[in-house]
């Protein structure tokens, strides 16, 4: 891990969207197969929110989230297997410990939520979450890790629950995440694969956007 340089921290609204745009990712990360979907880019002034039914609504960025954006890509349907999703999430908080504080939502709101509805026809099941701070059982390449696993249903296009994973990491203010939502006759391995690549070219960007300069 770099070291993260104070001076270079976001202040402003502006500074973080500026941050935001050098870290988040488009579909040529994912190959060439990956196109955007419609809605490309989330409302920057709205935030997602799991209310008590375990709903996923939308509300007002809170005080500790200075920008965010989620932008949704497709893998269509071709060769054997159905439309996969690829939604990348990137937030700048003040510091590292409003950061981490989003980190540990995350992890509470699947253990208080295992079943999530996202939409009126798309769901998740069976959720279960893993973290590791810096250092422990070997993670070397981000300040804080969560993952959740579980199930996604698309009601409106039936068959059975394919494979669900979101991957989040943390450098310094700034979380990002890749969900990975599979589709029948797409490798689990695979979809797993797509998001490590994303992940792993957010944080090597948030490393240029906001470490200390090698001497």
Known sequence: MPELDEAKLPRTAAEARAVLARIVV?????????VRATPFESNPRRWP???????????????????????HFRIPAADGHGTVRLDVTVTVHHDRE???????????EVLRCPDQRLT???TLKNLWGNGNYFGDQGNAWTEDAFSETGEYVD???????????????????VTMAVAGKGAAGFP????????????????????????KEAP
């Open 98 to 108: 409003e950061s981490g504080w989003e980190t540990a939502r995350a992890m509470e």
């Open 26 to 34: 488009d579909e040529r990360v994912f190959g060439p197969r990956a």
């Open 155 to 173: 009601e409106a296009e039936g068959g059975g629950p394919a494979v669900y994973t979101w991957s989040q990491s943390q450098f310094g203010p």
């Open 49 to 71: 929110v799991l209310d008590q039914d375990c709903v996923w609504q939308t509300a007002a960025l809170p005080a500790d989230v200075l920008a965010t954006s989620t932008r």
């Open 188 to 211: 689990t391995q695979e979809l797993t694969s797509l998001i490590v690549k994303g992940t792993s070219e957010m944080n090597l960007r948030a490393g240029k956007a906001l470490a």
């Open 120 to 122: 009126s026809h798309e």
